[in-house]
Each structure stands twice: as structure tokens, then as C-alpha cells.
């Protein structure tokens, strides 16, 4: 396939330079063609232009090569100058329609490989994949987010929505191709083929320093393998750390100690069962408020209060009378169909 694509890559450059000549070219035929044409076959009675729109009908089924022959031309300078039309506009067209065609299939191409420009707003961008990587689509899709994965081969994952780019989230070009000024969120996963656990996380916090770089107002998720390397990427502006294994360790502690708490968990990040964990923006009215209000009114909505957030903090559930001075409210919720 790929002597094919690039067969189709010279051939789309080199019409591409000819493209806007084309229309120009072609546009210039047809005035130039309907205006002549009308002016040297209306005397002729036996013609079958007799207004300028006869005369563009003509014009336009000749140069798209229909030719249904409605139209006669009688006079000889008449037949002279449409020999002429006819082999101008059929070029111009031509390489018009050529030009098209060849931007139609480059751009199939592209996305079937995943080398297009993603266009979306708002989306997640998930970068390498691992095990797993279904569910966390999975998740991402119910809270109706769309997904872009960016790594060097297809998983080509089924039952969930994602659009593919084949690339690197450690380079730019890659990042801006998967559209990373208009994403919500950046998700980096342990790139596949590291089997040494610090290695793996070094590339991760190299990976969120390049976004960082590339946006500085990124929003970054980070899953690391080791817990010692956490402070890392905090500290290159990382601002979630998931480290894999110890929340399931957590739990599995918890299912001994305290049964029925790991249960809880699971489904309130499930919410497979009319309940689920969510965290909103809290309206700038609460600012300055104390924290009984924003319980008050959340809980009349039927929304349990679990913390507050703020960049720099995360604050369970404070006493009643402190003041708000958080940006975002973790809640439990019912869930909304």
C-alpha cells in the first residue's frame, strides 16, 4: 500500500500548484465561451443560442464533455471558436476535477493511517496505549468525550469511539496535529516496549514537560509506574499522578480490613448502578460563600458534597462555616440519563 500512497503524494503536489490556475483558467472559459459564443451565433436564426443562458448551457455541457446536441452551432466561426473552447476548457477542467480527486483520496489515506489533522474541540487525548485502554475509552465515551489516541500503531480497539494519529506525544507536530489547543484533557500512559519501570516513567515525564511546553495551560493526567517518581512530575507541571497498582492495592487492603468499602468505590466510579462520582466547576456566585451553602443547594439538587478542589488543593468535606475559596466540586450524584 504504501508505494501507492506515495505515488499519490508526488502526484497530489505536483497538481496542487496547478490547482487555483485551473479554476481560474476554467472560470475565464466559461464567461469567455458563453459571452462569444452568443454574440457570433445569435444573428443566425438556424443557431440555437439566442440568449446568454442558451449560450452558458452550450458552454458548460461542452467542456464537461456531455454533449447532448440540443444546442446546434451553424455558423463557421461559430464552430471555430467552440474547437477552441472545447480544447482550453476540457484541459482546465480536467485538471480541475484532477486536483479534486487527488486531495479526496490523500486525505482517505491519511486517516486511515492516522496522519489527518484532527479537527474537534473539548476532546481527550490519550497518549500511547496499553491494557485496559478499552475501559478507559469506554469511560471517557459514556461522559460523552470524544477521544483522540495518538501513538505509533492502531490497537484498533472495538466497542468504543476514538480517532487515531499515528505519532508521538513527545513531539510538537504530533501534538498540534491532534489538535492540543482545543483539548480538555491529556492523558499520558507508560509507553509500550520499556520494561524497566524508572526508564518507562522518565519518558512519561519527558512526554508532560513537552505538552506542557506546547500548551501551557494543558490539562495533564499522568499513570506512573514507580510511586518514588510522582514528586517528578508534579513537579514539571503534571497535575494528576496515577500510580499503577496502588489503588488496587488500596482496595484489596480495604476488602480485608473493611469489607463492602472496595464494592463502594468501584461503583461509584462505575456508576453502574444509579450513582456515580463527578466533579463540576462551582459558579462564581459560591465564591466567598460559606461551604453550608453550596451544600444546601447541591443536596436539594440531590448531589452529595464528598470535596472541594482547587489547583493547588483538595479539601474533603470542610466544616460547614469555612469560607469557599475552592474552583471545583467533587459530588456523588444520581445518575442522569
Known amino acids: ?41 445569435n444573428p443566425f436564426h ?14 458548460v455541457q461542452t467542456i464537461t ?34 486536483s479534486i480527486g487527488a486531495n479526496l483520496v490523500e486525505m482517505n489515506v491519511a486517516a486511515k493511517l492516522g496522519e489527518r489533522r484532527i479537527r474537534m474541540k473539548e476532546h481527550v487525548i490519550i497518549c500511547n496505549s496499553e491494557e485496559g485502554l478499552t475501559e478507559l475509552i ?54 509500550k516496549g520499556i520494561h524497566d519501570p524508572s526508564s518507562a516513567d522518565a519518558k512519561s515525564i519527558l512526554t508532560s514537560m513537552v505538552i506542557r511546553k506546547a500548551r501551557s495551560d494543558a490539562y495533564i493526567v499522568a499513570e506512573l509506574l514507580k510511586e518514588e517518581n510522582r514528586d517528578h512530575a508534579l513537579l514539571v507541571g503534571v497535575n494528576e499522578v496515577v500510580v499503577k497498582g496502588s489503588l488496587s492495592t488500596l482496595l484489596l487492603a480495604n476488602a480485608v480490613t473493611s469489607p463492602g468499602v472496595s464494592k463502594l468505590m468501584y461503583e461509584l466510579l462505575r456508576g453502574e448502578h444509579g450513582n456515580r462520582i463527578r466533579e463540576y466547576t462551582l459558579d462564581a456566585k459560591f465564591r466567598g460563600k460559606k461551604c453550608k451553602d453550596v451544600y444546601e ?40 440519563t
Open 46 to 59: 438556424a443557431s440555437g443560442i439566442h440568449s446568454l443562458f442558451e449560450s452558458l448551457w452550450w458552454v
Open 138 to 191: 469506554g469511560e471517557i465515551n459514556s461522559n460523552g468525550m470524544d477521544v483522540v489516541l495518538v501513538d505509533s500503531e492502531d490497537p484498533k480497539l472495538q466497542n468504543v469511539n476514538y480517532s487515531f494519529l499515528k505519532g508521538k506525544c513527545s513531539v510538537e507536530r504530533d501534538l498540534d496535529l491532534a489538535g492540543i489547543s482545543k483539548s480538555s484533557k491529556i492523558v499520558v500512559l507508560p509507553e
Open 297 to 336: 443547594e447541591l443536596e436539594r439538587e440531590g448531589d452529595a458534597v464528598l470535596a472541594f478542589k482547587s489547583e493547588k488543593e483538595l479539601m474533603i468535606r470542610p466544616n460547614k462555616d469555612t469560607t469557599m475559596n475552592w474552583d471545583a466540586v467533587i459530588v456523588i450524584e444520581p445518575y442522569k
Open 65 to 98: 464533455t456531455v454533449g447532448y446536441g440540443d444546442v446546434p452551432i451553424v455558423s463557421f466561426w461559430g464552430k471555430v471558436n467552440g474547437m477552441f473552447i472545447m480544447l482550453v476548457g476540457i484541459g482546465s477542467l480536467g485538471i480541475l476535477t484532477a
Open 1 to 41: 500500500m504504501f508505494p501507492f500512497v506515495l505515488l499519490f503524494r508526488k502526484l497530489r503536489k505536483k497538481l496542487e500548484g496547478a490547482f487555483y490556475g485551473a479554476i481560474a483558467s476554467t472560470f475565464i472559459v466559461v464567461i469567455y465561451g458563453t459571452v462569444s459564443e452568443f454574440y457570433i451565433e
